[in-house]
């Protein structure tokens, strides 16, 4: 079983930054993949990024330019660092995880952190 705990979350001023961090723990044979998405208040669950274990990251349209993924396969971490932040971007930030199991994947997911941007 695989528990991520993210941190990180909290309050900034409109073009400030912010650093999220997620941490995946438990018993499992590897992660192929970690990501963050958002979800604002009223909207649908929205991608923000996602790095593979041996390969390039990726991210979401509305973030391009503006954050970084990273991932410490060391120690089963990612990171989201957000530069110049906007208020649209305030959300509930979650992290997930993309586990082997057997021949499948599991999609493990953390249990959020309020990123709130306000002036």
């Known amino acids: 079983q695989v528990q991520l705990v993210e941190s990180g979350g909290g309050l900034v001023s409109p073009g400030g930054s912010l650093s999220l961090s997620c941490a995946a723990s438990g018993s499992f044979l590897s992660i192929s993949a970690m990501g963050w998405y958002r979800q604002a208040p009223g909207k649908e669950r929205e991608f923000v990024a996602r790095?593979?274990?041996?390969?390039?990251?990726n991210y979401g349209d509305s973030v391009k330019g503006r954050v970084t993924i990273s991932r410490d396969n060391a120690k089963n971490t990612v990171y989201l660092q957000m530069n110049s932040l906007k208020p649209e971007d305030t959300a509930v930030y979650y992290c997930k995880a993309e586990v082997a199991a057997g021949a499948s994947i599991v999609e493990v997911w953390g249990q959020g952190t309020l990123v709130t941007v306000f002036s």
């Open positions: 790095i593979i274990t041996r390969g390039g990251p």
